[in-house]
T-cell receptor
Framework: GENVEQHPSTLSVQEGDSAVIKCTYSDSASNYFPWYKQELGKGPQLIIDIRSNVGEKKDQRIAVTLNKTAKHFSLHITETQPEDSAVYFCAASMGGGSQGNLIFGKGTKLSVKP | NAGVTQTPKFQVLKTGQSMTLQCAQDMNHEYMSWYRQDPGMGLRLIHYSVGAGITDQGEVPNGYNVSRSTTEDFPLRLLSAAPSQTSVYFC???????????FGPGTRLTVT
């Protein structure tokens, strides 16, 4: 079945450094790729998303890149701050009969050390 | 707007008991979904609905039932709880499939 692989599972960086999280997906019909941030004890919150007709999207310190040929997309966080510490999930939309439903990666726990 | 609300926040059940997890949204979203989150497993789709009166199965539907009688509410029923259903459950809603999903705060369920 459809699958989304996410790496790394944990990531520790110094405040001010950049962080990169990578995901690969299997369904060539996927066309929507959101990233969610989950703080402890809370529900996931969308931080940025990208559609298949765009190769890159930026929002202040956060950017997402998409390579449809290679079926992978990445989250880039620059100038990391302690409040960026959280679990981050990538997701990809499914095609076929489940079109639009999301498959999530297993998450990356990001720790930003002051 | 309250967004997506879930009740209860915590629940402990004994094996074999039944219960309903409540989910409501006030954003007039057509699409609603239930996920379970287990350590190291990410979020897995249980059931979803594309509108009132329409529901369908997701990736892990066994042991769960849903209904969608109104646009606002999407309850999840556990018919006979099992320890394997110990998890954190999240409800989410959006204007449609493939659109931004808004998540509720979650229900932490323990089945003993």
């Amino acid at each position: 079945g459809e699958n989304v692989e996410q790496h790394p599972s944990t990531l520790s960086v110094q405040e001010g450094d950049s962080a990169v999280i990578k995901c690969t997906y299997s369904d060539s019909a996927s066309n929507y790729f959101p990233w969610y941030k989950q703080e402890l004890g809370k529900g996931p919150q969308l931080i940025i998303d990208i559609r298949s007709n765009v190769g890159e999207k930026k929002d202040q310190r956060i950017a997402v890149t998409l390579n449809k040929t290679a079926k992978h997309f990445s989250l880039h966080i620059t100038e990391t701050q302690p409040e960026d510490s959280a679990v981050y999930f990538c997701a990809a939309s499914m095609g076929g009969g489940s079109q639009g439903n999301l498959i999530f990666g297993k998450g990356t726990k990001l720790s930003v050390k002051p | 707007n309250a967004g997506v609300t879930q009740t209860p926040k915590f629940q402990v059940l004994k094996t074999g008991q039944s219960m309903t997890l409540q989910c409501a949204q006030d954003m007039n979203h057509e699409y609603m979904s239930w996920y379970r989150q287990d350590p190291g497993m990410g979020l897995r789709l249980i059931h979803y609905s594309v509108g009132a009166g329409i529901t369908d199965q997701g990736e892990v539907p066994n042991g769960y039932n849903v209904s969608r009688s109104t646009t606002e509410d999407f309850p999840l029923r556990l018919l006979s709880a099992a320890p394997s259903q110990t998890s954190v459950y999240f409800c989410a809603s959006s204007y449609g499939r493939g659109r931004e999903q808004y998540f509720g705060p979650g229900t932490r369920l323990t089945v003993t």
